[in-house]
């Protein structure tokens, strides 16, 4: 069973910080590595992906992988209140289905 | 404008009536899944489709039926819903091949109950 585990939170964070997400693989040899937010009720939504190892960073938003420790963490700079919602990470294992594994998500809660 | 449709979005439904969820893409997307969201167990992928006339248990298969006829639908079938699969369902799709990153754009869900 490839397993993706996250803390599940919920993480509060104020207005203006840094909020720092983490998660967790177990197939060493996963290739792609992707971080979804989810607002409640609604339907996941790409943020980020990520393929090699370091960081990867697209606006507020910065990706990091360390394979070799097999964790891939998301970091959200100057956060804002329209950032509190689920975010899940998703990793795609080696062979099968091609269809990643999703952890159950981390609850992120920014306050003003 | 790319996407991917469900419908119903909600449906409230009885036990052992048989019902089916409907999903297409748009995006000529060779890969589909589904998934079932509850609360505290996260996203459990259910069938998926890696081409067309091609499927494959997920997690949690049972109680559920996929077919793919057509590469842009894969609709979800409960020949005879329980109320444990009451749940909030949701379709996806990922463009496949070497050099692609099988990035998932998920439809807007659908919130089943079964009484």
């Known amino acids: 069973q490839k397993e993706v585990e996250q803390n599940s939170g919920p993480l509060s964070v104020p207005e203006g910080a840094i909020a720092s997400l983490n998660c967790t693989y177990s197939d060493r040899g996963s290739q792609s590595f992707f971080w979804y937010r989810q607002y409640s009720g609604k339907s996941p939504e790409l943020i980020m992906s990520i393929y090699s190892n370091g960081d990867k960073e697209d606006g507020r938003f910065t990706a990091q992988l360390n394979k070799a420790s097999q964790y891939v963490s998301l970091l959200i700079r100057d956060s804002q209140p329209s950032d509190s919602a689920t975010y899940l990470c998703a990793v795609l294992a080696s062979g099968g289905s091609y269809i990643p594994t999703f952890g159950r998500g981390t609850s992120l809660i920014v306050h003003p | 404008e790319a996407q991917v449709t469900q419908n119903p979005r909600y449906l409230i439904t009885v036990t052992g009536k048989k019902l089916t969820v409907t999903c297409s893409q748009n995006m000529n997307h060779e890969y589909m899944s589904w998934y079932r969201q509850d609360p505290g167990l996260g996203l459990r992928q259910i069938y998926y489709?890696?081409?067309?006339?091609?499927?494959d248990k997920g997690d949690v298969p049972e109680g559920y039926k996929v077919s793919r006829k057509e590469k842009r639908n894969f609709p979800l079938i409960l020949e005879s819903p329980s109320p444990n699969q009451t749940s909030l369902y949701f379709c996806a799709s990922s463009l496949s091949g070497q050099g692609f990153s099988y990035e998932q754009y998920f439809g807007p869900g659908t919130r089943l109950t079964v009484t």
């Open positions: 489709s890696m081409n067309v006339e091609v499927t």
